[in-house]
């Protein structure tokens, strides 16, 4: 199974449910409609609404971050695993570089983790290097710590997707090389098959991913899919993607 995620960060209306109507239609009539799935995050405002408007659908929805505990807490503007789940949401991102950078720690993400599952989502867990790690050849070593501080033998490894996204890649339009990734994703599947003793989770590539760059990912046998930023705010953007990763 293969994965294309589309991950809105703060973009989007209710009337944008426009875009990703076009993208399930085409999933829909894809003659590769089932080798993949399509899961969009749009912001809180928007879960409610697109979960219920997708359900029998093929596009599935999910949110872009979560509280770590409580059902219901005081904590100002915190969105619980439960209430997320109890608007029809089924997945959620977990660990985004903009969020590890706003001071989600990997003890936090450990809770968000356990708790997201614990409530019935799906877990889209995201880890990568940023650029001086990069440059200090300490990216194998960051990668692994990311993943074994937060994930746990005991976790349902078929509820969670690991997206390796270089977090100097994020928005830029950098992009490792086709080395550089085979490397990197081949390590991160071991590390995860290691973790959870059998097969390793899906393990998705994020970071610039657009219609131009998408077929030299597909060469590369570790990467299982996209987590996609900026080209998922476009139907004709994300739809190029599936159509050329499939040519
Ligand atoms: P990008 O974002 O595709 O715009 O680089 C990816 C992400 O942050 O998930």
């Avoid at 609404?49 to 997708?54: D, I, L, N, P, V």
């Avoid at 300490?138 to 710590?145: A, E, I, M, P, Q």
């Avoid at 290691?194 to 970071?207: C, I, Q, R």
Wanted: proline content about 3%; hydrophobic content about 35%; charged content about 30%.
């Amino acid at each position: 199974m293969r994965y294309f995620i589309g991950n809105w960060k703060m973009f989007g209306v209710p009337k944008s449910i426009n875009i990703l109507n076009k993208i399930n239609s085409f999933h829909s009539k894809d003659k590769n409609r089932r080798k993949y799935r399509v899961i969009f995050t749009p912001p809180y405002t928007l879960l409610e609404t697109y979960a219920k408007y997708f359900r029998n659908k093929r596009i599935s929805i999910g949110s872009q971050n979560c509280y770590q505990k409580d059902l219901y807490s005081s904590n100002t503007a915190a969105v619980s695993p439960f209430m997320i789940r109890a608007v029809g949401a089924k997945y959620t991102l977990i660990g985004h570089s903009d969020n590890r950078s706003e001071g989600d720690t990997n003890d936090m993400l450990k809770d968000k983790v356990k708790f997201a599952l614990k409530n019935n989502l799906k877990v889209v867990f995201c880890i990568g290097e940023n650029k001086k790690d990069k440059k200090n050849n300490r990216t194998f070593s960051v990668l692994k710590n990311q993943i074994t501080k937060v994930l746990e033998k005991k976790f349902n490894r078929n509820n969670i997707i690991v997206a390796y996204e270089p977090v100097w890649s994020i928005g830029t339009g950098k992009i490792p090389t086709k080395k550089e990734l085979e490397k990197t994703t081949m390590h991160i599947k071991k590390v995860l098959k290691h973790l959870f003793k059998t097969k390793s989770p899906a393990v998705l590539y994020g970071g610039s991913v657009d219609g131009s760059n998408v077929e030299m990912f597909k060469e590369i046998r570790d990467i299982d899919g996209f987590l996609i930023g900026g080209a998922s705010k476009s139907s004709k953007k994300f739809i190029d993607i599936i159509k050329n990763y499939y040519r």
